[in-house]
């Protein structure tokens, strides 16, 4: 995601306050990391850990909380976000 120029401390309050309080309440949603870039600042890596593929792309994007989480992180967007998902291969 990109946010808007200068936006990182409001976006960083709405991002963490739309996870906990709306993204936390869809059915599936295990867990969620958020990283912030070092050298672009006003990009950031939002990563959501859910049961099934259809959690997220049914359950969430079709259903009432998504529309309540896009009010809290929308206004922030310097573009769309780019939305992709993924499978564990390995891990440490």
């Known amino acids: 995601m990109r946010i808007q120029p200068g936006q990182n ?3 960083e309050e709405a991002i963490q306050r739309g996870l906990t309080t709306v993204a936390s309440q869809a059915q599936g949603m295990r867990g969620f990391k958020v990283n912030k870039g070092i050298e672009s ?3 950031y890596v939002l990563q959501i850990f859910w049961d ?3 959690d997220h ?3 969430f994007r079709r259903g009432p909380l998504f529309a309540q989480w896009r009010a809290i992180v929308g206004p922030f967007f310097a573009a769309p976000p780019v939305v992709e998902h993924f499978e564990l291969v390995a891990k440490s």
Do not use: D, I, Y
Request: glycine letters at 8%.
């Open 9 to 11: 401390a409001a976006f």
């Open 41 to 43: 600042p006003e990009r």
């Open 52 to 54: 099934t593929l259809e």
């Open 57 to 59: 792309t049914v359950g």
